[in-house]
């Protein structure tokens, strides 16, 4: 009996490659935490040695793993087609024209249950740790490693004071804080690393703000 890749079960991942299996697993995560709720559909294109190695090293299982919430530890990773299909997501995968991109490079379209959508572009770095270069069109930076905000917003003054205010009324400290844009007065996202858990009522005064158009939360990958 020949024993699969799947097979190889680690403390903290399923899978031969901690970028290829493990990262991929976490960016589909990051996807369906960002989409914030269940996946429908899902356009997956891939580049450089993603797209090269995708099916023999399970970045396909992988990623369809992430995107229906799975753990880089879940064994269900090495059976996620089946679950997939199972839950009804659509799925096609395909390759990313990109220049100098990362060579671990994900693009995604991703529609929910309620027809909201996510475009996202992320790279998987090694030791099964990622980065979000875009969001939604607009060029980002975060990683998921400490527990994250995204806050997608309208670029007028204030807002930031606003946001910061509030996270200073309910006791949560910031550890790193960054701000992107598209152009002056138009779209936003600010991204902030929090170094606690913040309460779900601070998450809605938040999403109350004038101009927030809403407030993503990330809990930090155990």
């Not at 580049?47 to 064994?75: E, N, P, Q, W």
């Not at 069109?137 to 946001?163: C, N, R």
């Amino acid at each position: 009996m020949h024993a699969s890749v799947f097979d190889i079960v680690g403390p903290v991942m399923i899978g031969p490659s901690s970028s290829h299996t493990a990262g991929a697993a976490r960016i589909g995560r990051m996807g369906r935490r960002l989409l914030k709720e269940p996946v429908r559909e899902a356009t997956i294109l891939l580049y450089g040695s993603f797209l090269m190695t995708y099916h023999g090293h399970g970045t396909d299982r992988a990623i369809l793993a992430g995107l229906m919430d799975m753990g880089v530890g879940d064994v269900r990773i090495r059976d996620s087609f089946h679950y997939a299909q199972e839950a009804g997501i659509r799925y096609t995968f395909g390759e990313a024209h990109l220049r100098q991109a990362h060579p671990n490079t994900v693009v995604m379209h991703l529609v929910g249950e309620s027809g909201r959508q996510v475009d996202m572009q992320a790279c998987s770095v090694g030791g099964g740790a990622i980065r979000v270069e875009k969001l939604n069109g607009l060029p980002v930076s975060f990683t998921g490693q400490e527990h994250t905000l995204i806050i997608p917003h309208l670029d007028q003054p204030g807002k930031i004071a606003a946001v910061t205010n509030c996270a200073a009324s309910f006791g949560v400290n910031i550890g790193s804080m960054s701000v992107f844009r598209d152009r002056a007065g138009g779209t936003a996202v600010m991204i902030m690393e929090t170094d606690g858990e913040p309460r779900e009522q601070m998450l809605e005064w938040m999403r109350a703000l004038p101009g927030v158009e809403d407030v993503i939360f990330i809990p930090r990958e155990a």
